[in-house]
């Protein structure tokens, strides 16, 4: 047992990345009825088991007080806008008790800085909702550089991974009549220019993988029928998704089509003026990004290039055109150690922002690439603790960045910050429970095979480890997602108010440790990860 030997009430591992070997096949499974999740046997069961819980849990005043307590942190409009600069205006995508399918609204930069924007509203989604009939889901919006006058706008009937693609202007907020339009698919469209897209959806029998997503991808003009779209590749049997995009960074307007045949698995291609394919010809596993004169590759696998072996979960850099050429010089940005991996890279105008993640914390440093080599020094202002996140701000006009910073007992703040400069911090989240009782901390606990796995401990400043304290473990292991602090309303009400301690468990099939971490407990080793959870718990 480790640190953590006191009562685990709850525990909450995910099963992520291979389905586990005591899984019951369809046949001889009783419940196998229940993968309809819409239908009306299922649905009356799951009624059923919400009504027992409710009976026995739901009926005291003290769950009807703490219920109301978190549907207010729920329902609460005091949280930050996070916002997407789009042209000129900071755009934001709001929900709350009055806009339950959500406001997507803009405002100024000098206006966002207020404690309290105006904001103007661009698209009411329970208006539009309300006047169509239907029950749209936001699934974002892509618009068209330099003008930012026309957008692409996903919409999902009912939050299904299927949506329509609807044109959209900026300028009268309104769709556009007569505009590109994709019907309901898995799939998308892709701005070329104001009157050409990218579109890969379904297009009949033989144009989607097996997954149900686009295996075609086409090229399509304004004014024409979706049906007369132009070719531009199509996948082979068993792949799972097929796309294509333009780079529309200014001076280096580029068009590339990716073949994704199965996670960490894909193909990328540069298409050329006259519609040839050139294959951007690095290792299928490792994640590839283009950034003006650039080409990263954050490697899952070792990859031999140069004369040299980069390891996994490195970040590689080169030039795009001298790659394309033939050549296999690399600078290498990161390298991971036994308690590094990289946690992400947002790049600005001039600059490359690394997150790397030390022991599961993060710390920042800025990369610029010169002639003849790239500066290193550490990011101005970083916060010391916390979970970090970074984003650029505009890559292709600014050296400015998004910094979010949060921990179990912190609420969220939002800073926006010029490389070199202290943050100016915008907004913070309120603060939803009293968190003054309680301490943060950080042990390692041994797994079965001698793993150092790590875990975060949120508990009462006076606990006595006698055993009996009720404690809430949580886990993930899959996909290569990593558990990191943050700032829960509802968990801080609901249990650590109450006098509980949270756990949260970073084992093996998460991403905290880069790639060897995720890959350590895929198929065969899946086991490693529950070993790591119950050797916390």
Request: charged letters at 25%.
């Amino acid at each position: 047992m480790s640190q953590l030997s006191h009562a685990c009430l709850i525990a909450g591992l995910a099963i992520a990345g291979g389905a586990s070997a005591q899984q019951a096949s369809a046949t001889d499974d009783p419940y196998a009825w229940l993968e309809d999740v819409s239908g009306d046997r299922s649905l009356d069961w799951v009624k059923a088991r919400n009504a027992k819980a409710e009976a026995e849990l739901a009926t005291t005043p003290q769950f009807r007080q703490l219920e109301a307590e978190i549907r207010a942190i729920l329902d609460s409009d005091q949280k930050i806008p996070g916002v997407e600069k789009i042209g000129g205006y900071y755009y934001n995508f709001w929900k709350d008790k009055q806009h339950e399918r959500g406001l997507w609204r803009r405002t100024t930069l000098e206006e966002y800085r207020k404690p309290q924007p105006k904001w103007e509203t661009v698209l009411d989604l329970d208006a539009l909702n309300k006047a169509e009939g239907a029950k749209w889901v936001w699934h974002g919006a892509d618009c068209l550089r330099p003008a930012y006058e026309r957008c692409l706008i996903a919409l999902s009937p009912g939050g299904s991974d299927a949506d329509v693609t609807r044109e959209f202007d900026l300028t009268t907020k309104q769709f556009v009549d007569g505009g590109f339009f994709r019907p309901e698919a898995k799939g998308g469209l892709g701005w070329i220019d104001r009157d050409t897209v990218y579109v890969y959806t379904d297009f009949g029998p033989g144009s989607l993988t097996s997954s149900g997503y686009p295996n075609i991808v086409k090229v399509w003009k304004r004014g024409t029928p979706m049906a007369s779209a132009t070719a531009v590749y199509e996948g082979k049997p068993g792949d799972m998704y097929i796309a294509a995009s333009r780079d529309h960074t200014p001076g280096y307007q580029r068009d590339f089509v990716s073949r994704t045949i199965a996670f960490w698995n894909d193909e990328l291609y540069l298409r050329k003026a006259d519609g040839s394919l050139a294959k951007v010809d690095a290792p299928n596993s490792a994640q590839k990004g283009i950034h003006k004169d650039w080409l990263l590759l954050e490697l899952r696998d070792p990859y031999e290039a140069g004369g040299k072996t980069h390891a996994p979960g490195s970040l590689i850099a080169t030039n795009f055109d001298d790659f394309m050429a033939g050549k296999r010089e690399f600078t290498v940005l990161f390298e991971p150690t036994d308690k590094s991996s990289l946690a992400g890279y947002a790049w600005t105008k001039d600059h490359l922002v690394l997150n790397v993640m030390e022991d599961v914390k993060n710390r920042l440093f800025v990369l610029t690439p010169g002639k003849s080599a790239w500066a290193k020094r550490d990011f101005v202002g970083a916060p010391a603790i916390g979970t970090i996140g970074v984003s650029a701000v505009d890559a292709d006009d600014s050296n400015a960045v998004w910094l979010t910073a949060t921990d179990f007992l912190t609420p969220t703040t939002l800073s926006i910050a010029e490389i070199g400069k202290q943050p100016e911090v915008l907004k913070s989240n309120p603060v939803f429970f009293d968190g003054s009782r309680h301490v943060m901390e950080q042990h390692f606990a041994t797994s079965k095979d001698g793993t150092r796995v790590p875990y975060f401990l949120v508990r009462p400043k006076d606990l006595k480890f006698d055993g009996k304290a009720p404690t809430l473990l949580y886990g993930y292991g899959g996909f290569t997602v990593s558990m990191t602090p943050s700032y829960s309303g509802s968990i801080g009400k609901a249990w650590l108010e109450q006098g509980g301690v949270y756990a949260l468990a970073n084992i093996r099939g998460g991403g905290e440790y880069g790639p060897r971490w995720h890959q350590a407990a895929l198929k065969a080793n899946r086991h490693k990860a529950y070993e790591d959870f119950a050797a916390i718990a």
